[in-house]
């Protein structure tokens, strides 16, 4: 009967955890192009610029952040960080997953020096989204246009892209079996075999 019951208790104290992995495939396409339906599609089309595909993994109803960045160095302060930050917050229903969000996209949009004075411009777009989608499931963000100018060999070259990002949110659910407690120990062996001596002498003395 100990044991049943031990078996029942550690049975009962295992539990489920669940997780929601976001990946966000990231990519830029010319101004004006039309956004592929899916992100598999994104490596057959010419011009468009796969940046990344990072991903996280956080609890329902906590945010997560993917980052793809990186620093340039700006006059008079600390490098800035360029390229796009997203912070997003899933949560569980029923049968979707309910989601929260913004994306901030920095990029460079020219360096120049006039009169002894060294300036460097950003140009910053910040894009808050909410939507529904369920396990497995892909959404699209695109966001507006936006020039960017960068030089090269003493030449200004200037760019109109667009940011598209695509969200696929999955839940992940994994079994947790928690460590045995140094008080939920098994019966010791020698415990059934004295009962078993004791039902013998008792017998003897009849």
Known sequence: ??????ALLITCSASAATTIEVVAKLADIPAGMEVPATAAKLDQIKGVDVLSAPSAVTSPGKSANIEVTQQEIVPGADAVALGVAINVTPTLGEKTIHFTGKATDRASHGKRS??????????????YFEGNTTSGGTVIIHT???????TKDDKVQTKSR?????LTFTK????????????ATSPK????????????TAKKKR
Do not use: H
């Not at 009967?1 to 031990?6: E, H, I, S």
């Not at 992940?172 to 008080?183: A, I, L, V, Y």
């Not at 415990?191 to 078993?196: E, F, I, Q, S, V």
């Open 172 to 183: 992940r659910t994994t079994d947790e079996t928690p460590t045995k407690k140094p008080g």
């Open 162 to 166: 667009e940011l598209v990002i695509y």
């Open 144 to 150: 507006a246009p936006v020039t960017s100018k960068t």
């Open 114 to 127: 006039d009169g002894g004075v060294n300036t460097v411009e950003f140009a910053t777009r910040e894009v």
């Open 189 to 200: 062996k020698s415990a059934p075999t004295a009962k078993a001596k004791s039902a013998s």
């Open 1 to 6: 009967m100990k044991y049943f019951c031990l």
